[in-house]
């Protein structure tokens, strides 16, 4: 069974500072990998989709990457500010399931 | 363009009873997800339908169930409702029924059992 892990559960940075978010899964065998944003209480808002023939995303300030034989992708958050703050999630695909990481939450202190 | 609708916002039931959310999906999308957040724990998948069919469904016991309308809205039914059923509930939906394709989700359903 697909295991999805993100490291750190937490993160305090101070604006404009670069970040790095690691998601690992167990299974390489995945269909895509997609990274999510979610304010407390609410939704989620999709970042960002790598599909697995894919190395890298990128929009605006963020960039994804993923490296399937190792089993890892990483979100990099460029200048961070105050409006970044929220829990950030990655899914992957693995035989039409569907599987989330437990997110990492980001404070950006201004 | 709309994005992806639920209903209701809140919802509160005591043990025993039934629950029944209601998706819409993004205008062309064929394909519903749900999803389960329980407070302090990931998404976990519980349902996929495309096309009016159950594509999936995760490791959940038979009294979550659902369906799709042929306008591709979905409705989430959860019987003999349980307190630990207490959580967000999350609808997705993607085109064309692709596990290639992008989710987009809505805001959520908090269910709250008594």
């Known amino acids: 069974k697909q295991e999805v892990t993100q490291i750190p559960a937490a993160l305090s940075v101070p604006e404009g500072e670069n970040l790095v978010l690691n998601c690992s899964f167990t299974?390489?065998?995945?269909?895509?990998l997609q990274w999510f944003r979610q304010d407390p209480g609410k939704g989620l808002t999709s970042l960002l989709l790598?599909?697995?023939?894919?190395r890298e995303q990128t929009s605006g300030r963020l960039n994804a990457s993923l490296d399937k034989s190792s089993g890892r992708s990483t979100l990099y958050i460029a200048a961070s500010q105050p409006g970044d703050s929220a829990t950030y999630l990655c899914?992957?695909?693995?035989?039409?399931?569907?599987?989330f990481g437990t997110g990492t939450s980001l404070t950006v202190i201004p | 363009e709309a994005g992806v609708t639920q209903s209701p916002t809140h919802l509160i039931k005591t043990r025993g009873q039934q629950a029944t959310l209601r998706c819409s999906p993004i205008?062309?999308?064929?394909?519903v997800y749900w999803y389960q957040q329980a407070l302090g724990l990931g998404l976990q998948f519980l349902l996929w339908?495309?096309?009016?069919?159950?594509?999936n469904r995760g490791n959940f016991p038979p009294r979550f169930s659902g369906r799709q309308f042929p306008n591709y809205s979905s409705e989430l039914n959860v019987n003999a409702l349980e307190l630990e059923d207490s959580a967000l509930y999350l609808c997705?939906?993607?085109?064309?029924?692709?596990?290639?394709?992008?989710?987009?989700f809505g805001p959520g359903t908090r269910l709250t059992v008594l």
């Open positions: 997705a939906s993607s085109n064309q029924g692709s596990s290639y394709n992008e989710q987009f």
């Open positions: 299974d390489s065998a995945i269909y895509n």
């Open positions: 790598i599909q697995s023939s894919q």
């Open positions: 899914a992957v695909v693995t035989g039409n399931q569907f599987y």
């Open positions: 205008s062309g999308h064929t394909s």
């Open positions: 339908y495309d096309e009016g069919e159950e594509r």
